[in-house]
């Protein structure tokens, strides 16, 4: 088992940038891959942004392409996602994930809400 914490979400004024990080911990040997979702009121949960823990491209959503970054410290077992010129439209609970393989996400963390303010 792998167990995923969120930092604490928060308000942010259009504009703005947040930082949420994801701390794993259990069995994080078997991961191979990291990965932030988000769920908007009313919208299913769609995939934001994802990397190797070592290594690799990461790749994004077209939305917050240029916008958004994720990162990883190894050392730590910790993900993070920097997120700039933030928008309205990216408020949502935000979800990270890791994944043994390439194929899906396997373990999820609790959520944490980020609101955009106009």
């Known amino acids: 088992q792998v167990q995923l914490v969120e930092s604490a979400g928060g308000l942010v004024q259009a504009g703005g940038s947040l930082r949420l990080s994801c701390a794993a911990s259990?069995?994080?040997?078997?991961?191979?891959?990291m990965g932030w979702f988000r769920q908007a009121p009313g919208k299913e949960r769609e995939f934001v942004a994802a990397?190797?823990?070592?290594?690799?491209?990461?790749y994004y959503a077209d939305s917050v392409k240029g916008r958004f970054t994720i990162s990883t410290d190894v050392a730590k077992n910790t993900v993070y996602l920097q997120m700039n010129s933030l928008k309205p439209e990216d408020t949502a609970v935000y979800y990270c994930?890791?994944?043994?393989?390439?194929?899906?996400?396997?373990?999820w963390g609790q959520g944490t809400q980020v609101t955009v303010s106009s």
């Open positions: 994930a890791c994944g043994a393989t390439t194929a899906g996400f396997d373990y």
């Open positions: 259990g069995r994080t040997y078997s991961t191979y891959r």
């Open positions: 990397k190797r823990w070592s290594g690799g491209t990461p």
